[in-house]
């Protein structure tokens, strides 16, 4: 059983954005179990319910996230139930292909999900806990979901991965900006997750190839390092942690990076094919 992060009698709210499914779906059953009354949001309705229903969280909500008013909304209806404790800024989305292969309408959603949709909850979720502070419920936790593409070039994902660099970037500035407000920032930089988001990118292309060379983790793994990372000083995570350091490491020598990278992809597709992926 994980350790519960809130007491009985002083009941805290949870929202997760893009939590119907996937890992947004593992973060809130984590978070159930650690005691918090979950509100799972996301853009299918319908889902974010029978999630509700499946995991036992308190309720569900649509949500866009690319709203600023509808991510405030959400908060406000989190703090109906009891005082906001956490936001997780989970949802996003992936186009499979090369820059110059996406449309613009690819290219844009990816930043409106994937940049301001975390920056307008963490916003939401930051005035929630200052007023809150006001009334002697001080601190909170913001937990977002980047990736081990925020490390290093990943040819393919080019779009996904400077998405999720700038995700990065604003927690590690928002975790010292929210310091002296006692609320806390986390992000977890997974490599490869087994997701419906992963299976709908091309068996055939190079994407699929380089995300066989790494690990592939299971979303609850995911959730419970990011968790994990609650009432703690950590502001983010790799995972696991001798990717992080290769993609690092690849970041610091992109022209080497380059030349490795046709060998990771033919591991890749070697492995695909042994799974009969191929």
């Not at 299918?44 to 569900?60: F, K, L």
């Not at 609650?230 to 690849?250: E, I």
């Not at 970041?251 to 492995?271: E, H, K």
């Amino acid at each position: 059983m994980p350790q519960t992060l809130v007491s009985p009698d002083q009941p805290l709210s949870a929202v997760v954005t893009g939590a119907a499914r996937g890992i947004g779906r593992a973060i809130a059953a984590e978070l159930v179990g650690r005691g918090y009354l979950v509100v799972v949001t996301d853009l299918d309705a319908s889902a974010a319910a029978a999630t509700v229903a499946e995991i036992g969280a308190h309720s569900g909500a649509a949500l866009d996230v690319t709203d600023p008013a509808a991510n405030r909304a959400v908060a406000a209806r989190a703090r109906e139930i009891a005082p906001l404790g956490a936001w997780v800024c989970n949802a996003g989305v992936a186009f499979d292909g090369d820059l110059g292969d996406l449309t613009d309408g690819q290219v844009r959603l990816s930043v409106e999900v994937n940049v301001l949709g975390v920056a307008w909850g963490a916003r939401a979720a930051t005035d929630a806990f200052r007023e809150q502070a006001a009334i002697g419920v001080t601190g909170g936790e913001i937990g977002i979901v980047a990736s081990l593409s925020a490390h290093a070039p990943v040819p393919n994902l080019s779009v996904y991965a400077a998405t999720k660099a700038a995700v990065l970037s604003l927690a590690t500035s928002i975790a010292s900006e929210l310091r002296r407000d006692g609320i806390r920032v986390h992000a977890v930089c997974p490599d490869g997750v087994s997701t419906a988001m992963l299976e709908g990118f091309d068996a055939s292309g190079s994407t699929r190839e380089i995300l066989a060379a790494g690990v592939l983790l299971t979303p609850e793994t995911v959730a419970r390092e990011l968790v994990a990372m609650f009432g703690t000083g950590r502001v983010y995570r790799t995972l696991p942690v001798w990717r992080g350091v290769v993609a690092r490491s690849a970041s610091l020598a992109p022209t080497l990076a380059m030349r490795v990278d046709p060998l990771m992809r033919r591991l890749g597709a070697r492995r695909l094919r042994r799974a009969g992926l191929r």
